[in-house]
Nanobody, 125 residues
Framework: VQLQASGGGLVQAGGSLRISCAAS????????ITWFRQAPGKEREGVSC????????YYLDSVKGRFTISSDNAKNTVFLQMNSLKPEDTAVYYC???????????????????WGQGTLVTVSS
């Protein structure tokens, strides 16, 4: 049972990158998936979340309009499309799967069940 994050890399400011979070050993349909990021010297922050059961999405204010989260349940994979990247987006991006226990607030998760290993996104100025 694991989550595998991939797709990170080096991109110039203004560029785009798509990172993936593939699940094995369990079905993403049953979980909400959150992308977190952690930049050097900073605390981890939640970037975006998707409720795989109904597709509701949530975004950190600073990435709204630039990032898009989506899920392909047939591939058991969640994607984060990142456009108009900025140097401040540079971080290790992690995906995590969990359940809030609430249909109304699927992304208000206290404790995550599974974590991916992280993928590094570097945006050069």
């Amino acid at each position: 049972v694991q989550l595998q994050a991939s797709g990170g890399g080096l991109v110039q400011a203004g560029g785009s990158l798509r990172i993936s979070c593939a699940a094995s050993g369990f079905t993403l349909d049953d979980y909400a998936i959150t992308w977190f990021r952690q930049a050097p010297g900073k605390e981890r922050e939640g970037v975006s979340c998707i409720s795989s059961s109904d597709g509701r999405t949530y975004y950190l204010d600073s990435v709204k309009g630039r990032f898009t989260i989506s899920s392909d349940n047939a591939k058991n994979t969640v994607f984060l499309q990142m456009n108009s990247l900025k140097p401040e987006d540079t971080a290790v991006y992690y995906c995590a799967a969990g359940n809030s226990g609430s249909d109304s607030y699927p992304c208000q998760i206290i404790e995550y069940d599974f974590w991916g290993q992280g993928t590094l996104v570097t945006v050069s100025s």
